[in-house]
């Protein structure tokens, strides 16, 4: 059980374009979802929290109109990156949980954005 | 200072080995303890969630906790190339999934044959 998906495992994009980042809960029903950064042989980072129908809570220093966060519903929340710059590049994941002891995370996305 | 401190590595051991990962921390408030695994462009995965001082054994793993010191380890023996990967601690000071985790920078570790 706790299985969290992520899509898309890997994106390309150019600068100034958007891109959006799903989370799936697929077998429990996540009232809340994390969303992290990761560089490379560093640890996470948290970005932000989401609860289901509420806005998101950020942290210091993360910009809320650069990335947008929506949790629409108990099983799905999105990440967009919006105009992506070459400083965005990072592996994101998120992870997810319910009413459970601690956080179940996603296999990553990995941003490039040239 | 950091909150979470963890030797980066890279730690290398033969197969076999006992392997011994480390992570000490700052803030007393930290309750509730964690130990990830991570492979290469991976997600973590949950190997070891403890809540008190003492030791709590899983396998071929066991975590320990030392409020006292404010220090906690994993102990992963008879280890196996498949072991090699980063182990990252996590704390946090609420109990329950929707609370802040803290996390170390993690551990790489190699297991070689």
């Known amino acids: 059980g706790a299985v969290v998906s992520q899509h898309p495992s890997r994106v390309i994009c150019k600068s100034g374009t958007s891109v959006k980042i799903e989370c799936r809960s697929l077998d429990f029903q996540a009232t809340t979802m994390f969303w992290y950064r990761q560089f490379p042989k560093q640890s996470l980072m948290l970005m932000a929290t989401?609860?289901?129908?509420?806005?998101?809570?950020?942290e210091q220093g993360v910009e809320k109109d650069k990335f947008l966060i929506n949790h629409a519903s108990l099983t799905l929340s999105t990440l967009t990156v919006t105009s992506a710059h070459p400083e965005d590049s990072s592996f994101y994941i998120c992870?997810?949980?319910?009413?459970?002891?601690?956080?179940?995370f996603g296999p990553g996305t990995r941003l490039l954005v040239l | 200072q950091k909150e979470v401190e963890q030797d980066p590595g890279p730690l290398s051991v033969p197969e076999g080995a006992i392997v011994s990962l480390n992570c000490t921390y700052s803030?007393?408030?930290?309750?509730?303890f964690m130990w990830y695994r991570q492979y290469s462009r991976k997600g973590p995965e949950l190997l070891m969630y403890t809540y008190s001082s003492g030791n709590k054994e899983d396998g071929r793993f066991t975590a320990q906790v030392d409020k006292s010191s404010k220090y906690i380890s994993l102990f992963i023996r008879d280890s196996q190339p498949s072991d090699s990967a980063t182990y990252l601690c996590?704390?946090?000071?609420?109990?329950?999934?929707?609370?802040?985790?803290?996390f170390g920078t993690g551990t790489q570790l190699k297991v070689e044959l």
């Open positions: 996590a704390m946090s000071v609420v109990a329950g999934g929707g609370n802040k985790l803290t």
């Open positions: 803030n007393s408030a930290f309750q509730y």
């Open positions: 989401s609860n289901e129908g509420s806005k998101a809570t950020y």
């Open positions: 992870s997810a949980t319910s009413a459970q002891e601690t956080q179940y």
